[in-house]
């Protein structure tokens, strides 16, 4: 049987933050104050990516805006995100993961995957092994974290999230009806938002209700394949291995495009935006990564400029979703005003993008990243050039952007 450990670090970027500062000799320790890291702290439209125990209890949760938070709780403090400070931290988190299995597959900067099972003959039982890395990681590096104990991947996550901070967690099947099945839908990794409206449309409130329901009843009210995926999920199956990754994760990939004149249509807006998509899912797709949170940024001709940033329920991967999500967000965000520069960025990266989103997604995201995978294999042999989308011939973009792609159909340049 296989030993599968999850091991989440507890509101990493504030804990991460705040310990910086008192070693700097800041007198107070954000974490015991209501604070978040929000990733805009000047602008409203910032949304939260960590918070305190005390932002918690106001209410304030992880992807809420910063205005509303603001509005939840007026003396929140805010910090800023150090991304160089995170990866050393996490870098420090993983060196200690490392002396227990060389088996670890970093899902995010401040989580991942360990299969314990050939390291359970020199460390011995798994769950205590799990509190010797917990209390390891509190006392050399001074943050805390959660571990999920179970025997896959699915499991040992949805253990990990049972009760925060500073816990260890089983969850083995036998005790999936009574500490997964009274959780609300949502709690479902993969159960998003809009997946959770459309099930407790239907009656299905827990987790327990999907596990027992007809799957059938799943693929109607979802896509067949994510119907499926969350009744396996919601009955703890998972087969999926833990694939060790030595490199670092990287924080995020992103580009953007100064126009060689004003672009002045919503049309013009999408089809920069459609180049500019692809050239990130190409960066995105050389880390086998998805993400789960993408920016946008736009600048107009007057040089002021401004972004918006979106927390997804699930991660994305291909060029049609970035561009899909990229739209929305330019659609929410325009003014009508001359726009001059566009840019997307993209982060909270995890997970292998091609094994994860195949998973739940519908035939046409499995078409679209057959597509994203054979227009690289061209580039790679001929050139950048060699290939572009048919949407964009007549578009006018700089150089450095012509050779990109959309949803469209495609058009062959030179490639004999």
């Not at 997970?351 to 989103?357: E, I, P, T, V």
């Not at 790679?380 to 050039?385: F, I, K, L």
Request: proline content about 4%; overall charge neutral.
């Amino acid at each position: 049987m296989r030993s599968i450990m999850h091991i989440d670090a507890n509101s990493a970027y504030l804990s991460w933050t705040a310990l910086d500062m008192l070693e700097r000799g800041h007198p107070h320790d954000y974490r015991e104050m209501p604070a978040v890291v929000a990733g805009d702290p000047e602008s409203r439209h910032g949304i939260i990516l960590a918070k305190s125990l005390s932002a918690k209890s106001y209410g304030i949760s992880t992807a809420m805006t910063l205005y509303e938070a603001k509005k939840r709780c007026p003396e929140l403090v805010v910090l800023k995100p150090d991304y160089e400070l995170y990866i050393r931290q996490s870098r420090a988190m993983y060196d200690v993961l490392y002396d227990f299995s060389p088996a670890i597959e970093r899902y995010s900067i401040d989580e991942c995957y360990m299969d314990y099972t050939a390291s359970r003959g020199l460390f011995g039982d798994p769950v205590a092994t799990a509190h010797t890395i917990k209390d390891r990681i509190q006392k050399e590096l001074g943050f805390t974290v959660n571990i999920g104990v179970s025997v896959n991947k699915l499991l040992a996550k949805m253990g990990s999230e049972l009760e925060k901070p500073n816990k260890v967690h089983t969850l083995y099947p036998s005790e999936m009806a009574e500490k997964m099945w009274p959780l609300d839908v949502q709690e479902l990794f993969y159960c998003g938002r809009a997946t959770a409206s459309k099930l407790r449309r239907i009656g299905i409130h827990t987790i327990g209700d999907i596990a027992q329901s007809d799957i059938a009843t799943l693929e109607a009210v979802l896509k067949p394949s994510h119907g499926r995926l969350i009744h396996n999920y919601a009955n703890g199956i998972d087969t999926s291995p833990v694939v060790p990754q030595n490199a670092e994760v990287q924080k995020g990939v992103g580009n953007s495009t100064t126009l060689a004149r004003d672009v002045t249509s919503r049309r013009e807006a999408h089809e920069v935006l459609l180049a500019i998509a692809d050239r990130v899912r190409t960066r995105l797709r050389k880390l086998n990564r998805s993400a789960r949170l993408i920016g946008l940024v736009v600048r107009s001709s007057d040089l002021a400029w401004y972004q918006h940033q979106s927390m997804l329920d699930t991660p994305i991967s291909t060029t049609t979703q970035i561009y899909e999500e990229a739209k929305r967000l330019f659609d929410i965000m325009w003014k009508g005003e001359p726009v001059r520069q566009l840019g997307i960025r993209l982060s909270e990266l995890c997970g292998d993008a091609n094994q994860q989103l195949t998973l739940f997604s519908d035939k046409a995201a499995e078409k679209q990243r057959a597509l994203d995978s054979t227009v690289d294999s061209i580039r790679s042999m001929y050139g950048d050039e060699a290939i572009m989308r048919g949407a964009l011939t007549n578009v006018e973009l700089p150089s450095t952007l012509a050779d990109t792609n959309d949803d469209g159909g495609y058009l062959m340049l030179g490639a004999g």
